[in-house]
């Protein structure tokens, strides 16, 4: 038979050990719980991702922009074929010797579905490439204007 003093013992070794396997549940479920989250975020974080690079993919594919250089007379046209508005944040300029212009006046602007920005520039020296920024409230993104 088993004294008082053991029994207590063992009964205090048996609540410790009830506590510890509830602790160790709980902890598990909480770590589990913590993960699946996580988890979760971190899609809908990539989903937005996503979902901002092919909406930038789409509006560098339907915004179109021209460039003619005669003589002095420099002239950038760009055209919105994108389903929503968009706003032309900047023009730069590049020329032949390296050297660049950036256009400020009247930017940025907005351009509807369908419509053309019409941008004329004196410049005395020839062109390489006219880049331009296009985008809407979300996104930004840079493209380059093809010489006509």
Do not use: C
Request: charged residues 25%.
């Amino acid at each position: 038979m088993l004294k008082p003093q053991e029994k207590l013992r063992k009964a205090v070794g048996g609540i410790i050990a009830i506590l510890f396997i509830v602790s160790s549940i709980i902890i598990a479920y909480i770590l589990i719980d913590f993960g699946l989250r996580a988890q979760q975020e971190q899609i809908e974080t990539l989903r937005r991702t996503y979902e901002v690079r092919i909406k930038a993919i789409n509006i560098a594919k339907a915004v179109e922009g021209v460039w003619n250089y005669r003589g002095i007379h420099l002239t950038i046209s760009i055209t919105n074929n994108y389903v929503e508005p968009v706003t032309i944040t900047g023009i730069v300029i590049l020329y032949k010797d390296g050297t660049y212009d950036i256009l400020k006046e009247d930017l940025p602007y907005t351009l509807a579905p369908g419509e053309t920005l019409e941008k004329s520039w004196k410049s005395q020296k020839e062109p390489v490439s006219v880049i331009f920024s296009a985008g809407t409230l979300e996104i930004i993104t840079s493209l380059s204007a093809e010489r006509e």
